[in-house]
């Protein structure tokens, strides 16, 4: 994880010690708690037994997995990882990283270059489509040319942000080449940070990943920096 956001998850953990901790290699996480996909029904006996208590359960169908968030009290989401690992060594069990979007700051979007009126009366329309955005929420105006679609994913509800906008507006631009053009479509945003504590997390990501695959959306961007999860990677 680049140096930067190494120093924002220390910043963020310190600030919000009751929502955040670090994990043993200094990524950001969600405090008590640890995620994981498709626990066996014996795995999840053993955890019980072991002093681990079922936070929530939810399925993402659309995927084939089911999320299960489980805590066990007072202990590091390290201890927590370690002592699952033995009792479901065929699971997917990791801790609840939190992502940053990426890039320091959202630079602005390009204006979209004209298509003279005699090209653009020789080119065929193009066909309807449908993107994915996975980010911070969007502005009203982040598209002209698109229905989108919003959904939030983290507490606070759909916060339009800069980053979501910027990378919304990008995503809309659909066309090819010189021969640019408008065509119908629709942008499907999903809000995974929301307002204050507690957005951004690999749990909201699978969620969000899984409405997309809901929606039929075959192409979605996430513009995300974190560290490799491997919860979020079976869901990819």
Do not use: C
């Not at 479901?88 to 992502?99: L, M, Q, S």
């Not at 449908?130 to 229905?147: E, F, M, N, P, Y």
């Not at 507690?198 to 974190?226: H, I, Y």
């Amino acid at each position: 994880m680049p140096t930067a956001e190494r120093n924002k998850a220390r910043d963020l953990a310190a600030r919000f010690p009751t929502n955040y901790e670090l994990d043993r290699n200094g990524a950001l996480a969600v405090r008590g708690e640890v995620l994981a996909t498709n626990l066996s029904e014996k795995a999840l006996a053993a955890a019980d037994r072991a002093g681990f208590s079922i936070v929530r359960r939810t399925p993402v169908d659309e995927l084939g997995l089911s999320l299960v968030v489980l805590t066990h009290a007072d202990w590091p989401v390290a201890k927590m990882i370690e002592r699952l690992r033995k009792l479901a060594p065929e699971a997917a069990i990791e801790p609840d990283h939190v992502f940053f979007a990426s890039g320091a700051k959202s630079r602005p979007v390009p204006a979209r270059r004209a298509v003279p009126r005699a090209q653009a009366s020789r080119v065929a329309p193009a066909p309807a489509w449908r993107l994915g955005v996975i980010d911070t929420g969007t502005a009203a105006s982040a598209s002209a040319q698109a229905k989108v679609v919003r959904r939030a994913f983290a507490p606070g509800g759909f916060v339009p942000g800069d980053h979501g906008t910027a990378v919304a507006a990008i995503a809309a631009q659909h066309g090819d080449g010189e021969a640019r053009h408008r065509s119908e479509g629709t942008l499907y945003v999903a809000d995974i940070f929301g307002g204050g504590p507690g957005g951004g997390s690999a749990e909201q990501m699978v969620r969000a990943l899984g409405w997309m695959a809901q929606q039929k959306v075959p192409v979605t961007n996430v513009s995300m920096v974190g560290p490799y999860n491997a919860v979020v990677a079976s869901a990819v």
